[in-house]
């Protein structure tokens, strides 16, 4: 603010008014720009916060939500990190810093298919090392060890034999040629059994194992099955499950509460909807 200096007053008390009055303008002055600023200092981060979010969304790590929600590369590592964090802090300072750790294993299931092993000293060996008299047996120590069959593939051929009448072929009658009919498949025509259809649908839809990763597992054991294929199955699967699906409707709609676990997925050409697996 300009101030003519002729146009000031001689008097001190008046002077002294006017400087208490500009004192008082620029400090209301002043506190109204500190607001202005501190809404505007709010509305910026807010901005930049928002920005961030929808980088790290678009352009962040991105993990597959399955069943599996959650789970990193080196989950093995994080998981013995947190037995040995609850570890050290059941662990007393007092107390010594190696303590012998001793899990306990649970037994086997019975019902398991076993391969016994028996493992014999050889016969030069069963002799005593000390009066060389020949040992005899007075017990014996058993151990379990869990193995994995890995997944095999098989081809089921049906050979359907045909018959005709020679009588019919030597008169010149028009011979009928008989064979029993193909047995029943999920969809005809098609090389995909039961089972196959089965497991298909269980790696996808209950593990979260994309068909284009079930596409590289079956090149790995020198089957060429495309992606195309097994959506096609898995389309023509839905509809003959479809009776099976409206009776569980019917179900579910005649109970008084129904309980729901809605996981969000992607969904191909539904980028800016939002796509939920009902789980009941």
Partial sequence: MNIDVNSLPNDPEQLKKML????????RALAEKDKELAKQNEIIHG????????????????????????????????TLDEA????????????????????????????LPRQVVTIDLPVDEKICNCCQNSLHKIGESR?????????????IET????YACKQC???????HIKTPPMPSTPIPKGIATASLLSQLITAKYQYGLPLYRQERLFNDYGISLSRQTMSDWLI??????????????????????????????????????????WVM
């Fill in 143 to 155: 151990s379990e060890k869990l193995e994995f069959v890995p997944a095999h593939i098989k081809v």
């Fill in 47 to 78: 901005l930049i916060e928002r920005y961030e979010i929808a980088r790290r969304k678009a352009f962040g790590k991105s993990s597959e939500k399955n069943p599996g929600e959650g789970e990193t590369f080196n989950e093995a590592e994080e």
């Fill in 84 to 111: 040995d964090k609850i570890l050290l802090a059941e662990v007393d300072g007092k107390q010594a810093a190696t303590i012998k750790n001793t899990p306990k294993r649970k037994a086997l299931p019975k019902d």
């Fill in 169 to 175: 072929e030597k008169t010149g009658i028009t011979n």
């Fill in 159 to 162: 050979i359907r034999p045909k």
């Fill in 20 to 27: 208490l009055e500009l004192q008082v303008n620029t400090t």
């Fill in 236 to 277: 023509r699967c839905s509809e003959l499950l479809m009776p099976l699906y409206v009776a569980l409707k019917r179900q579910l709609l005649a109970q008084a509460v129904i309980h729901a676990d809605e996981t969000p997925l992607k969904v191909i050409r539904e980028e800016k909807t939002t796509s939920y697996m």
